[in-house]
């Protein structure tokens, strides 16, 4: 399985950024799904997850309420949307596939990982 993340790139804060997560190798549309991410100087941690039907979804408490996981399984596709963006947000950004079927939110339940994909918030 591969895991090919985009969307990153440079913002202002209080802006948007939409990553994507496309999947090839394999139908992954029975695991959960997931987004970390990891700040120069800092360990990985994790930002929102997603259950295999897309009808259960988890957030770090950081990012509730500005961050939206969603896929679309048709396109075997992750989706993060991010708005309201700020300077601690800075991270290379990981998609991640659980070897399950739910939310969890600790990296050893992730058996695929994608490359990253940068977002850089400016204040």
């Known amino acids: 399985v591969q895991l090919q993340a985009s969307g990153g790139g440079l913002v202002q804060a209080g802006g948007s950024l939409r990553l994507s997560c496309a999947a090839s190798g394999r139908t992954l549309n029975r695991n959960g799904m997931a987004w970390f991410r990891q700040a120069p100087g800092k360990e990985r941690e994790f930002v929102a997850a997603i259950n295999w039907s897309g009808g259960s979804t988890n957030y770090a408490r950081s990012v509730k309420g500005r961050f939206t996981i969603s896929r679309d399984n048709a396109k075997n596709t992750v989706y993060l949307q991010m708005n309201s963006l700020k300077p601690e947000d800075t991270a290379v950004y990981y998609c991640?596939?659980?070897?399950?079927?739910?939310?969890?939110?600790?990296?050893?339940?992730?058996?695929?990982w994608g490359q990253g994909t940068l977002v850089t918030v400016s204040s």
């Open positions: 991640a596939a659980n070897r399950f079927m739910g939310v969890g939110s600790t990296d050893n339940e992730y058996d695929y």
